[in-house]
Structure formats: structure tokens, C-alpha cells
């Protein structure tokens, strides 16, 4: 066994975590039963002298998700990293502690993002972002989990992002017990969390933006070799520029997500999600009152051989400020990879999302994303939502340069799903609209390019650019003028 410790830089990190967890009766037995074996199966793995080590750093988009375990394992049966010092530290009687971060620099240039309807149509901004965190664990039946978050912008001319600068906060802080013991696989978690499920259509960290999404709340979770299954109860975190970040007291979010992975190559998944909000929103409709929504639905993805395919349903109902809600979404989407050394797969994507046709029927017929990763299916520039949408893109993607330069090219076309209903951007908020319907529903189509260079296993650039060629609805509800985006991305994990 390696023994790592913690130089005079961390002593204080050391220290508190013991204080911050609590004292926990030591039992060894069973945990040294469990390193030991792990050991023997790091050896038994070991590959010959000629052979490369496959085991070593990967970095989750959950950073409390990674598991740097193996370093128990003898040199040579993991691959080293100038960042294993700060990795599983070994600090007696069974806790370990890991060390990590992130540092991610944005420049972006957009241009009419609001086709032309603000002034100046151009800006162009950088963005900064830094996050450190530190997992401690004991055994594997505790650990707390805590992160911190600096973000700030810098060069806007017109008026920032809500999301765009959070100085020195509390990105995530939680922790997690195993009630029944660690030999069962059941997990409390309680405190600030991430939360992502399925393809992030619908609950996402969203880490396009500059502050990613977090929660305040409770999770109970279970997984065996068919199953995983997350129950869940959380308030969303918002963005306080200037002051420390509390959850909205107004908001509730819980829910239901299980995933059935005992198919080969293939997955199921079976969700329900519920929202309270007490703090008198405004609906499709214009009118102003609580909201509780419920969504169920289910997801299947797979491959067979060179094809892989995907498919999402899910439905809504309830009540918005006393309109009855009845609402849909559905995805569709399947690629094929052609055996070359570049891996050029090409892709085909349908996604459909319910609208209201009628404000005034007392019924919502305007499908609620909730909290998405929206740029992900309807494009970087961020201008269309999944809410009263019909869209489809075609899309090529293929590494230059095999597991380091891959180049991506999408093609968007949107149509509105019900004339009378707004054009939603990616944040859910609405925006042009004809009530009457005359404008039609041609929203446009969207272009977007983009080339990942990933220079090592911690960082990479991301470039990109992308344009949004206006449809008539955009033309004929005012200053229609086709928006650009540039941005230029590099992320650092460690």
C-alpha cells in the first residue's frame, strides 16, 4: 500500500475535516478486508513491463463523482500524474482525503443576440472562473464534500448575466452516510448539490455557464449491477452577484429517477419530477399565481454495432396560477460511425416541445423545461428553448487528430409548435410574440461549428463559432437581424 501525506500546505485542511465529520467508531476489520482486496486486484491487473497502465486521472463533469481508490494499488498498475500528491491522502484510521480544482477562461464576441433590438449589437467580454474543492472520506460509509466557487467577468458593454460573477461562495457543501452500513450500497446526501440526470435535458449543473446550477436539498440513492435509483427533495440556489448565495425559499423541487442498465449496450430510464413555486409566477398565459407541475417520463438510449439511437418521452400536468397544465416534449435522435481512424459519426436529431394556442381556454399547453442544458440540443447561441418548439439538425463529428483535436458541425432549423405562443430562449424565458398568430412560425436556422484540442489529460481549448440565420416569425415581430457567436474557451481540471 502507498502511504501519502499531506505536506504543511494542507495541515489545516487536515485538521478541520476530522472536526467537520464528527467522530465515527473505527472499524478496520472490514474496511482492511476491502483495501486488502483491492490490492490483490490492482496486482492481479498489473500489466507486464512493456504493457501501458490504463488506469488514472479521469475528471467527471460531478466532480464528487471521481475515484481516485486505485492509487492504493502497488506503482505500475496505474498510470502517474503530477497530481496524485493531492489525490487519496492517506490520513490514518481509514479517512482519506482528495484535493481538486478548476480554472476556465471564456472569451466570447456576440452580435445581435437580440436580432437587433439592443444597442451596441456587438460584445464582446471574457469570463473567469475558478473552483477548489476537497473530498474527504471514511471507508466508504462517510464524506463530506465541499467546493468553493470564484467566477468574474470582465469587458461587458451591455448588461451582464446573472450568472456571469460570484465572488468567493459556497459552490457545493454536503455530505453523505451509508444508514444500513458501508456493505449496503444506500446513501443519504444532504446539503448544496449538483444534480444531473439522463441527458441533461431536463436537470443539468449547466456547465456552459460561468456559475454552475446547484441545489439545497436531501438525496437518498441506491444502485446494484441493474439498477440505479435517486430520490430526491431540493430548492434551487440562485445567483447573487454581490452577496452570498441563499436558496429560494419560494421553490420546491423533488422527484424520482431510476435507471435500468441490465440490457447490454442499452439503457431505460423512468423519472417523475415535481415543482411547487409559491412565488406568483407569471404563466403562458399572462396570468400570475402558484405553480405545481408534474412531469413524467422515460428515456431509452443503445447501440447496435456502428448505430446508436436515443428517445425521450415525457408529459406534463397540474396547475399554473389556476390554468389547468397539459404539455408534452419528445426527442428523437440516432447516428452511425463509420470504422476509420477519425471516427466520423453522422447524426440526426428531432426534438418536439408543446406550446399554448390559446391563452385565454384556461388551460397551459406550454411544455416547462425546468432546469436544462439547453445550448446542448438547440444551439450555442442560446436563443430557442425547449418550450413551443419543433426542431431538427443534422450533425457531423470527427477527430482531425485521433483522441486529441475533434471537430463538430451542426445545422439547426426551428419552427414555433403553435403560432400564438412566444419564442423561448434557452433559459426558458419568453420572448417574441404574436398572439394572434400571423407571424407565423418560422423561427430560422442555426449553424454552429465547433473544434475541442485536448492538449492532456487536464486541459484542453474549445473553439467555436456559430450564426443564426432569422426566420420570418423573427422578421415580422420585430428588428430581425441575423446574431453571431465567437468564443474561445480553455478549461484546466486538476
Known amino acids: 500500500m502507498l502511504n501519502r501525506h499531506p505536506s504543511a500546505g494542507w495541515c489545516s485542511v487536515v485538521l478541520v475535516f476530522p472536526l467537520l465529520c464528527g467522530s465515527v467508531a473505527s472499524g478496520q476489520t472490514q474496511s482492511e478486508q476491502k483495501r486488502t482486496a483491492r490490492l490483490a486486484q490492482a496486482a492481479s491487473d498489473a500489466p507486464a513491463e512493456s504493457a501501458v497502465p490504463v488506469r488514472g486521472p479521469k475528471y467527471l463533469n460531478l466532480r464528487y463523482d471521481e475515484d481516485f481508490s486505485y492509487l492504493d494499488g502497488s506503482e505500475g498498475s496505474y498510470t502517474s500524474d503530477y497530481f496524485d500528491?493531492?489525490?487519496?491522502i492517506n490520513l490514518g484510521d481509514d479517512w482519506r482525503l482528495s484535493l481538486g480544482g478548476e480554472f476556465r477562461f471564456d472569451l466570447e464576441?456576440?452580435?445581435?443576440?437580440?436580432?437587433?433590438?439592443?444597442?451596441?449589437?456587438?460584445?464582446?467580454?471574457?469570463?473567469?472562473?475558478?473552483?477548489?474543492h476537497a473530498d474527504v472520506k471514511y471507508r466508504d460509509l462517510f464524506r463530506v464534500f465541499v467546493q468553493g466557487v470564484v467566477v468574474h467577468d470582465e469587458g461587458r458593454d451591455l448588461a451582464p448575466r446573472g450568472s456571469d460573477e460570484n465572488i468567493l461562495d459556497i459552490q457545493q457543501l454536503f455530505f453523505d452516510v451509508r444508514p444500513l452500513g458501508e456493505d449496503n450500497a444506500l446513501t443519504l446526501r444532504v446539503g448544496r448539490q449538483e444534480l444531473q440526470y439522463g441527458k441533461q435535458r431536463f436537470v443539468s449543473p449547466l456547465d456552459w455557464a460561468a456559475v454552475r446550477r446547484r441545489f439545497d436539498g436531501v438525496k437518498l440513492f441506491w444502485s446494484n449491477e441493474s439498477w440505479n435509483v435517486d430520490?430526491?427533495?431540493?430548492?434551487?440556489?440562485?445567483?447573487?452577484?454581490?452577496?452570498?448565495?441563499?436558496?429560494?425559499?419560494?421553490?420546491?423541487?423533488?422527484?424520482?429517477?431510476s435507471t435500468y442498465k441490465a440490457i447490454a449496450r442499452h439503457t431505460l430510464d423512468f423519472y417523475f419530477f415535481g415543482i411547487d413555486n409559491v412565488g406568483n409566477p407569471t404563466n403562458p398565459n399572462g396570468k400570475a399565481g402558484d405553480v405545481s407541475r408534474y412531469t413524467l417520463g422515460s428515456r431509452f438510449q443503445g447501440r447496435t454495432g456502428p448505430v446508436d439511437y436515443e428517445a425521450e418521452l415525457?408529459?406534463?400536468?397540474?396547475?399554473?396560477?389556476?390554468?389547468?397544465?397539459?404539455?408534452?416534449?419528445?426527442?428523437?435522435?440516432?447516428?452511425?460511425?463509420?470504422?476509420?481512424?477519425?471516427?466520423?459519426?453522422l447524426g440526426l436529431g428531432f426534438d418536439w416541445a408543446t406550446g399554448d394556442d390559446d391563452p385565454t381556454d384556461g388551460s397551459v399547453g406550454t411544455f416547462d423545461q425546468m432546469f436544462p442544458l439547453g445550448h446542448a440540443y438547440?444551439?450555442?447561441?442560446?436563443?430557442?428553448?425547449?418550450?413551443?418548439?419543433?426542431?431538427?439538425?443534422?450533425?457531423?463529428?470527427?477527430?482531425?487528430?485521433?483522441?486529441?483535436?475533434?471537430?463538430?458541425?451542426?445545422?439547426?432549423?426551428?419552427?414555433?409548435?403553435?403560432?400564438?405562443?412566444?419564442?423561448?430562449?434557452?433559459?426558458?424565458?419568453?420572448?417574441?410574440?404574436?398572439?394572434?398568430?400571423?407571424?407565423?412560425?418560422?423561427?430560422?436556422?442555426?449553424?454552429?461549428?465547433?473544434?475541442?484540442?485536448?492538449?492532456?489529460?487536464?486541459?484542453?481549448?474549445?473553439?467555436?463559432?456559430?450564426h443564426f440565420w432569422s426566420g420570418d416569425f423573427v422578421a415580422n415581430t420585430g428588428p430581425g437581424e441575423d446574431a453571431d457567436l465567437f468564443y474561445m474557451q480553455y478549461q484546466m481540471k486538476f
Not at 500528491?85 to 487519496?88: D, G, S, T
Not at 452570498?244 to 420546491?252: I, M, S
Open 85 to 88: 500528491a493531492i489525490k487519496n
Open 109 to 132: 464576441s456576440e452580435t445581435n443576440k437580440a436580432f437587433g433590438s439592443t444597442e451596441p449589437a456587438n460584445d464582446t467580454f471574457t469570463i473567469y472562473r475558478y473552483l477548489l
Open 231 to 257: 430520490a430526491f427533495y431540493a430548492k434551487p440556489v440562485p445567483v447573487q452577484r454581490r452577496q452570498n448565495d441563499q436558496f429560494n425559499e419560494d421553490f420546491d423541487f423533488y422527484g424520482v429517477y
Open 314 to 345: 415525457a408529459g406534463q400536468w397540474g396547475k399554473a396560477a389556476g390554468d389547468t397544465i397539459q404539455a408534452w416534449s419528445l426527442s428523437i435522435l440516432s447516428g452511425y460511425t463509420f470504422a476509420i481512424p477519425s471516427k466520423v459519426r
Open 378 to 466: 438547440f444551439g450555442y447561441l442560446d436563443l430557442v428553448g425547449r418550450q413551443n418548439i419543433t426542431a431538427a439538425n443534422v450533425n457531423v463529428s470527427g477527430w482531425f487528430v485521433p483522441k486529441k483535436v475533434k471537430g463538430t458541425m451542426t445545422y439547426h432549423t426551428y419552427w414555433l409548435s403553435d403560432s400564438e405562443d412566444a419564442l423561448y430562449n434557452a433559459g426558458g424565458g419568453a420572448g417574441r410574440r404574436d398572439a394572434t398568430g400571423s407571424s407565423g412560425r418560422d423561427v430560422g436556422s442555426e449553424l454552429d461549428l465547433t473544434v475541442v484540442w485536448k492538449l492532456d489529460t487536464h486541459s484542453k481549448f474549445l473553439f467555436g463559432y456559430s
